[in-house]
């Protein structure tokens, strides 16, 4: 891990901070040949590298991440010589190649995606993961030839893009999105973010590979069960970008029940070590499961105030601890919310953030931005749930997405700001460029009133009636601890 102490350094380029960082690099680097017995860039076992970043505290899709880093078209040999697996190699290629041009050259995805749907649909294929190892062969050789002019040597010098790499991670610190996410959470005072390198791991290399993020309890609800998101045959991006809608836990239990039992037991193991709700991090490569982080889960305020009285009880955490966990949420105006629905739903989806929320239709974030300033509530509906989007979700009163999963970073972050968030709703196709959007025959032009219910994961024309209430009996409870008599008992008196 690269330290905090070098971001500020690193972003303003100053010298002493170049050599710093090449010569951490390298003996970074060198541990992970000796550990894992491959050697970075090579021809015969290539070792691959994820680039990613490690503030003090979490910043959710904030900061930048490269993966696959190293791929150059020696190791993609070395893969296919190491694997037998082609298909794996090339999909490594281009995806490295897309995420390189777009974090760390900073230029338009735009060709890029172009290129890919053009493929897709010349194929006849649904998406990129039914392409065969030739059309991506094809498609990582069309990419370079886009980049060759924009080329000073990277493309094919594994160094250079590891150090590129960690640059624009670092800077990545100073982009619009992390420092407005800052404001919002009051974070001023850090000053940087560590940059982390690990060795990669597959989980695009066959069928019984994949990626997810698993929460060891609902961050939404606060329910005492583990919510796991996974996509098959992907890497990690596919499912924290907010693009892919992922399966679910019973998709996994389905395909790979030893791994989804196993991911439970880990889940319920770092949570009594950590005694705190976990967002991990996981990646399945061939049939084995590797945890690539855990941290602690960001959380809706209800949910929230049912975890610390459930860890109080299981003997986690002693009251006072609890208390500190909550410490933030504002109990006087915390309640629940139903909603009488006066028609039926037009469109149905996942629950990201739980709650109900009533607003005019947007479709972008700086209209959000616009419109809530005048008084009125906002829905912001965006094809995907995009971190981009953060001042938009800070103004918006709810959120709606046709793509992404509960466990995308963008989803983490509505939670967080305690906003109702309903993704995957697959019916609904939204024209930012028209401001509009349309479910079926239903049509919502900008400035509609829609009204979204996470709860039960459905979205409503109109403006519909809400009932509230308050969790007494877990307020009840908290009240309890404030005495100091309750203070001094542990969470197994």
Not at 94 to 115: Q, S
Not at 117 to 126: F, M, S
Request: proline share 4%.
């Amino acid at each position: 891990m690269l330290p905090v102490r070098l971001c500020a350094d690193v972003v303003a380029g100053k010298a002493h901070a170049t050599r710093n960082l090449r010569d951490g690099l390298a003996e970074g680097i060198a541990f992970l040949e000796q550990a894992t017995g491959k050697s970075f860039g090579d021809s015969r076992k290539p070792l691959l590298v994820s680039v990613r970043s490690g503030a003090a505290r979490s910043m959710p899709g904030m900061l930048d991440t490269v993966l696959n880093v190293g791929c150059t078209s020696t190791a993609v040999r070395g893969l296919i010589r190491g694997t037998g697996r082609p298909h794996l190699a090339w999909d490594c290629r281009r995806r490295f190649l897309e995420c390189y041009a777009e974090t760390v050259a900073g230029l338009d995805p735009a060709p890029f995606e172009a290129r890919l749907n053009e493929l897709i649909a010349a194929e006849g294929v649904e998406s990129d993961r039914d392409l065969d190892s030739e059309a991506l062969e094809r498609l990582a050789s069309d990419e370079r030839k886009v980049l060759e002019d924009d080329d000073d040597g990277w493309l094919e010098d594994a160094g250079t893009q590891l150090e590129r790499s960690a640059r624009a991670v670092y800077r990545s610190w100073m982009s619009e999105r992390a420092q407005t996410y800052r404001q919002l959470e009051r974070l001023g005072h850090l000053h940087g973010t560590a940059v982390t390198v690990q060795a990669m791991v597959f989980g695009n290399g066959s069928p019984s590979s994949g990626a997810g993020v698993a929460f060891s309890r609902d961050p939404s609800t606060g329910a005492p069960a583990a919510v796991i998101d996974v996509l098959f045959d992907a890497q990690g991006e596919d499912v924290v970008s907010g693009r892919r809608t992922p399966d679910t836990e019973a998709a996994l239990a389905r395909v790979l029940p030893a791994i989804a039992d196993e991911l439970r037991s880990i889940l319920k193991r770092l949570e009594q070590e950590f005694r705190e709700v976990q967002d991990v991090e996981f990646t399945i490569e061939n049939g084995k499961l590797w945890i690539l982080q855990t941290r602690s889960a960001k959380r809706t305020p209800r949910a929230a105030l049912r975890i610390a009285i459930d860890l109080v009880h299981e003997g986690l955490i002693t009251r006072e601890q609890a208390r500190e966990t909550i410490a933030g949420i504002d109990l006087a105006t915390l309640v629940e919310t139903s909603l009488l629905p006066a028609q039926p739903a037009i469109t149905a989806g996942i629950g990201a953030s739980g709650g109900i929320a009533v607003g005019r239709a947007t479709f972008d974030s700086g209209t959000a931005q616009r419109l809530a300033a005048t008084g009125d509530p906002v829905i912001l509906m965006r094809p995907d749930t995009s971190t981009a989007d953060i001042a938009g979700f800070a103004a918006a009163a709810g959120i709606v997405t046709a793509a992404g999963g509960r466990t995308a970073h963008a989803s983490l972050v509505a939670r967080q700001m305690g906003k109702p968030c309903l993704v995957g709703c697959r019916e609904l196709r939204i024209d930012t460029g028209a401001q509009r959007a349309q479910i079926g025959q239903a049509v919502i032009a900008a400035g509609d009133w829609v009204t979204v219910d996470a709860n039960e994961g459905c979205v409503y024309l109109g403006r519909g009636d809400i009932v509230t209430r308050r969790p007494e009996a877990e307020l009840a409870e908290v009240s309890g601890w404030q005495q100091p008599h309750a203070l001094k008992q542990d969470a197994t008196s």
